[in-house]
């Protein structure tokens, strides 16, 4: 049943690419995610961990325009632009997220990560152009344990 219900939804199920690179690399470190679309009106459900690397991700890039104009000026040395914006040695300076294959555009991003397990909604505001031409069915009455997953 569930092999069946994975078979007719893999459409949905869309990759993110994240990359990042600490501040004492050159080496760029790559890892890729998945999400599923849940529906035309944007909304993806994926893992805790996924969202708040999205969320990360925001977070760092505030700090990384700063960094990158005070390494480009060179006012002070790298290692003390660092410890000015407490960057550790294994830190993220720069962390970026791309979905892939996915949708074309969509005007904002809104996050809902469950308290303690490890789900997390995501909402595309304003989609257009998604990547799959169906949307999962999900069961309406009541399923069995194992009976229908969508």
């Given at each position: 049943?569930?092999?069946?219900?994975?078979?007719?939804?893999?459409?949905?199920?869309k990759?993110?690419?994240?990359?990042?690179?600490?501040?004492?690399?050159?080496?760029?470190?790559?890892?890729?995610?998945?999400?599923?679309?849940?529906?035309?009106?944007?909304?993806?459900?994926?893992?805790?961990?996924v969202?708040?690397?999205?969320?990360?991700?925001?977070?760092?890039?505030?700090?990384?325009?700063?960094?990158?104009?005070?390494?480009?000026?060179?006012?002070?040395?790298?290692k003390?632009?660092?410890?000015?914006?407490?960057?550790?040695?294994?830190?993220?300076?720069?962390?970026?997220?791309?979905?892939?294959?996915?949708?074309?555009?969509?005007?904002?991003?809104?996050?809902?990560?469950?308290?303690?397990?490890?789900?997390?909604?995501?909402?595309?505001?304003?989609?257009?152009?998604?990547?799959?031409?169906?949307?999962?069915?999900?069961?309406?009455?009541?399923?069995?344990?194992?009976?229908?997953?969508?």
């Amino acid at each position: 049943m569930f092999k069946e219900a994975i078979k007719k939804n893999l459409e949905c199920v869309k990759p993110m690419a994240t990359a990042y690179k600490t501040p004492y690399s050159d080496e760029l470190v790559t890892n890729m995610y998945s999400l599923f679309l849940i529906n035309e009106e944007g909304w993806a459900l994926t893992t805790k961990g996924v969202a708040n690397n999205i969320i990360a991700a925001e977070k760092i890039y505030e700090n990384y325009e700063k960094i990158k104009e005070e390494l480009i000026l060179n006012k002070v040395p790298p290692k003390k632009i660092y410890k000015k914006y407490k960057i550790k040695e294994n830190d993220a300076v720069i962390l970026r997220n791309i979905f892939l294959n996915t949708l074309d555009s969509w005007s904002g991003l809104k996050i809902y990560t469950h308290e303690y397990l490890d789900l997390a909604l995501i909402h595309f505001e304003n989609p257009s152009g998604f990547a799959c031409e169906k949307f999962p069915v999900f069961a309406k009455n009541n399923p069995l344990q194992g009976e229908s997953l969508c």
